[in-house]
Nanobody, 119 residues
Framework: QVQLVESGGGLVQPGGSLTLSCAASGRTLNMLYMGWIRQAPGKDRELVGE????????YYPHSVKGRFTITRDIAKNTVFLQMNSLQPEDTAVYYC????????????WGQGTQVTVSS
């Protein structure tokens, strides 16, 4: 089993930055594909970034590319989502998730952390 615990959400003004953290336990990150998924009220879930088990390859959708960056710290078994130039449309609950194979359902989920972008 893999346990994921997110932290770092909060309220930020438009144009601001925020970093989310996801501490994993039960399996090392080099065995997992780690993603950040967000869900805004009334909207579908959106994958906003993923880092592969090799730690080198990342994926971002157009909506956040150039603004969001995923990194990881193997020693701390933690994944980070650095979010810059935040806009009100980025407001959502952000979930950390893990899967053991690409192109499959994310098997493990954190509890989610709220990010609100508002002046």
């Amino acid at each position: 089993q893999v346990q994921l615990v997110e932290s770092g959400g909060g309220l930020v003004q438009p144009g601001g930055s925020l970093t989310l953290s996801c501490a994993a336990s039960g399996r090392t990150l080099n065995m997992l594909y780690m993603g950040w998924i967000r869900q805004a009220p009334g909207k579908d879930r959106e994958l906003v970034g993923e880092i592969l088990s090799n730690g080198q390859t990342t994926y971002y959708p157009h909506s956040v590319k150039g603004r969001f960056t995923i990194t990881r710290d193997i020693a701390k078994n933690t994944v980070f989502l650095q979010m810059n130039s935040l806009q009100p449309e980025d407001t959502a609950v952000y979930y950390c998730a893990a899967r053991t194979r690409l192109m499959t359902t994310f098997e493990y989920w954190g509890q989610g952390t709220q990010v609100t972008v508002s002046s």
